[in-house]
């Protein structure tokens, strides 16, 4: 199972690495941020700090050409519609209408590297207890598994579903992507995002211990031509209920 990570990374040129929270800020200090080094080798730009997402990661987005995302409790950002992504970031991050909103329209921003003309491959693992979850509503839980079904038959996309008997959290407790990028002299990147911040990993021995969690993900998920039948019997199926309050004991 994966470790909670620390509050700093070294990177492989030696260079430490602070985690970051949401917006761009500092955990443990105020100084500017050292810029990972598959970052400066790339000569990518990192601007202003996106709402929810460091301007590192916003900038190791744009310039991979391959993504491989794990997130426990949701649908992964990047197939993520508006109505799903508004509904989630207003229980994860409570903010202003206006602040969820300007979250949302970055998000969809983003998820435009599916569509350029070299398009970014994406290849997610979801959990099936995800896929029951109606975020919104019943309304906005049907248009997610509408869009997962239509964006899993893209050439570009792949969608594996982890079975409920398999139970991906026991694999890994914390959400990572895996950044790929063109340049061979250029390495992965993985990024964890927890509760009090963000971090970037490019040592050897911690690309090697993510790359052997996706491995597991990937071969206990169900194969990939299966995950249009699962959704389409999920979007038949009631998606999962609350409790009612009266049912709750309170201690």
């Excluded at 509904?87 to 602040?99: G, L, M, W």
């Excluded at 390495?187 to 009090?196: I, P, R």
């Excluded at 090697?208 to 019997?233: C, F, K, N, Q």
Aim: contains cysteine; aromatic residues 4%; charged residues 20%.
């Amino acid at each position: 199972m994966a470790q909670s990570p620390t509050r700093s990374t070294k990177c492989q040129e030696g260079v430490v690495i602070k985690a970051e929270a949401v917006g761009g800020h500092t955990v443990g200090g105020n100084g500017p941020q050292e810029k990972p080094a598959p970052v400066r080798r790339l000569g990518v730009k990192v601007g202003r700090p996106g709402l929810g997402r460091t301007d590192t990661h916003l900038a190791l987005e744009q310039a991979a050409t391959v993504v491989r995302s794990y997130a426990p409790g949701v649908v992964p950002e990047l197939l993520q519609t508006a109505g799903y992504a508004h509904a989630v970031a207003a229980i994860a991050r409570p903010a202003s209408t206006a602040q969820i909103q300007q979250q949302v329209e970055l998000l969809m921003r983003r998820q435009h590297l599916l569509d350029r003309p070299a398009p970014l491959k994406l290849w997610v693992a979801i959990e099936e207890a995800v896929l029951r979850r109606p975020f919104g509503g019943t309304e906005v839980w049907r248009d997610q598994l509408d869009h997962l079904t239509r964006m899993a038959n893209r050439d570009n996309v792949t969608v594996q579903i982890v079975p409920d008997h398999v139970g991906g959290p026991a694999i890994s407790t914390v959400p990572f992507t895996i950044f790929r990028f063109e340049r061979p002299d250029v390495g992965d990147v993985v990024h964890l995002h927890h509760a009090t911040g963000t971090q970037f990993l490019d040592d050897r021995t911690d690309l090697d211990a993510y790359h052997v969690i996706w491995d597991r993900l990937s071969v206990h998920a169900m194969p990939p031509e299966y995950t249009g039948e699962l959704l389409t019997a999920l979007t038949a199926q009631r998606p999962a209920t609350a409790l009612p309050s009266a049912t709750i004991q309170r201690v």
